[in-house]
């Protein structure tokens, strides 16, 4: 493809049924966004060219992702630069140019038993903030899992991969899906009116769910649900219970999870200000109690150094 010869690839990071992603150089063109010797992601799709349907699909995926750049608050949102598009009377080719932070996922990192509870609290505020970001522009993700979800060297996260994602009102328009061959999102962490099997439409609240399986995952090291059968994944989604949680995590932490995954959307958070409010300041609670007692450690050792020479000086 032409506007190929703008970019230099460096590596393919992913590549599936429909879509291609790939680290490429920018060295020259048209692009007045990017510097010349910057590193991007680019998404394509697979083939040579691609169909009509596929090229709106990204063209989709390009402009929600510019709406929610556009927010004030889409730091923790990963950038879309520009979208690259090329008809010919053999076809069309088209490709989403994002930002690139060498970043890894955070399914890649998360630990065998868990991130212990400090981590936790860190990355979850982050995610949390960042859907909020995108509930705040009417933008629905529908495939919150921790493989679209990356990090880079500071700890700092961002939400990829909006190739899923509908604006609100969209969603509002929709008849319920009938189908799992129709369902958008990734089968593990969807919502149980994402499956097809209940008559209710997707709303900001189906990622309320997802989120609460990312964190449980986050937390446990694994997915509460351990099958690959379609339809018993669709049958745990619908009616059963999470299993429980280490028991040594902090009660309120669970609590948030627990009211996340809620099989019925009108008992889950009605809004995603209530988890972030929650989960800063347990995080602010635990990071006083930390300091506390740090602070205490060093009363006792100043005390006992005080102790010591007194007693030298008697």
């Not at 868990?114 to 981590?119: K, L, S, Y």
């Not at 937390?219 to 280490?246: R, W």
Request: aromatic residues 8%; charged residues 20%.
């Amino acid at each position: 493809m032409e506007f190929y010869a703008w970019y230099e690839p460096i590596s393919v990071l992913h590549t599936s049924k429909h879509s291609q992603v790939l680290r490429a150089r920018y060295k020259a063109g048209k692009d007045d966004v990017i510097q010349n010797g910057t590193n991007v992601i680019i998404k394509t799709h697979t083939t040579e060219y691609t169909s009509l349907v596929t090229a709106e699909h990204f063209r989709r995926e390009y402009n929600i992702g510019k709406i929610i750049n556009s927010s004030e608050n889409s730091s923790n949102v990963v950038r879309y630069l520009s979208l690259l598009e090329k008809k010919t009377d053999a076809g069309q080719a088209i490709a989403i140019v994002i930002e690139d932070y060498t970043c890894k996922s955070l399914l890649s990192i998360i630990p065998q038993g868990g991130f212990d509870v400090a981590t936790f609290l860190n990355h979850s505020i982050q995610i949390t903030k960042g859907l909020l970001s995108v509930h705040d522009c009417r933008i629905v993700h529908k495939d919150i899992k921790p493989s679209n979800i990356i990090i880079d060297d500071n700890s700092h996260i961002m939400l990829i991969d909006f190739g899923c994602a509908s604006q609100l009102q969209e969603e509002v328009e929709k008849t319920p899906v009938k189908s799992i061959q129709r369902i958008y999102g990734t089968l593990a962490y969807v919502s149980p009116e994402q499956t097809g099997r209940i008559n209710r439409t997707i709303d900001f609240r189906s990622d309320f769910y997802s989120l609460g399986i990312t964190f449980y995952q986050l937390l446990s090291g694994k997915l509460p649900f351990q099958t690959n059968e379609i339809m018993k994944l669709v049958y745990c989604h619908i009616a059963s219970k999470l299993p429980p949680l280490p028991s040594h995590l902090p009660k309120v932490i669970v609590d948030i999870i627990n009211k996340l995954t809620m099989k019925d959307c009108e008992d889950r958070y009605q809004s995603c200000k209530i988890p972030f409010i929650l989960l800063t300041h347990n995080h602010t609670r635990s990071w006083n109690s930390i300091r506390s007692t740090k602070m205490q450690g060093v009363i006792r050792k100043r005390s006992t150094l005080y102790r010591t020479l007194s007693y030298r000086d008697t």
